[in-house]
């Protein structure tokens, strides 16, 4: 069953005040579970065609342009729990902006502290500019590399100093949990200290419709993706115009069609 209105209207809540919420029933389980499967087959593909994404000394892992990789992931950008929660930091007409995996291995390192508008000058605005779901394909625990959050710093409208250390907590939560969050939020991959756990994640990334997409799905995107597009899946990646004007084809009439 997804979310009841009790529900989420506390999850928007969680987003506003504490800066994400762990959302329950957003897939049914299978889904994750075929997720899961596609991912470590992918992983795995990868790293026997030499084209992988592994660092951390081969502990850590990323798998980009998960569009292009199966159709349960066009599938997943527009699953509609996620993305009312979304329009509720964003607004309407906000843009995909990425989406991969992130695998974190055994003995894997935390990643830097950082939010996800590092690259904005501060003080950020007094508003979301991104919003990020991180998809728990496994539990995901203090020791396996839960992400880690420095509660309550996305009120705080710039990026951590780093030259100091802060003190972060895990945010933890059974499988088929998914983790909204604002884009303020300083967060991290946390550190895996288990023999043998990989912790297998999926990030949709979104972004307000005035800003550029981290991906440039005009030319990674496989066209045979977007043949077959949504009209939502297209507007999320950015083939519809905006307010009328943002986004425009010069040449064309001046009322064309709206996908």
Known sequence: MPPSPAEMKRYRHDLEEQGYCLVQDALPMEKFDELRATLVRLAAEEIAAGTDYVY???????VWVLLNKGRIFEELVQNEVVLE??????????????????????????????SDTDYVPPPFPPYALVTNAMWFLD???????????????????????????YETVPVTGPRGTVMVFHGGLWHQTGRNTT???????????????FMRQQENFFKSLDPAVLERATPR???????????????AIGGLPREWPRF
């Not at 329009?87 to 935390?110: M, V």
Request: one cysteine or more; hydrophobic letters at 30%.
């Open 56 to 62: 951390e000394k081969g502990s850590n892992q990323r």
């Open 85 to 114: 929660l979304v329009g509720s930091l964003l607004g309407e007409g906000f843009l995909l902006s990425n989406t991969n995996a992130n695998i974190a291995g055994p003995g894997g390192k935390p990643m830097f502290l950082h």
């Open 139 to 165: 539990d995901f625990t203090a020791e396996n590399g839960a992400t880690r959050i420095v509660p309550n710093s996305h009120k705080l409208r710039h990026q951590p100093d780093y030259s100091k250390k």
């Open 233 to 247: 899946l297209r507007q999320l990646l950015g083939y519809e115009m905006w307010l009328g004007g943002v986004g």
């Open 195 to 209: 023999a043998d756990q990989k912790r297998h994640g999926i990030i949709t990334y979104y972004c307000r419709p």
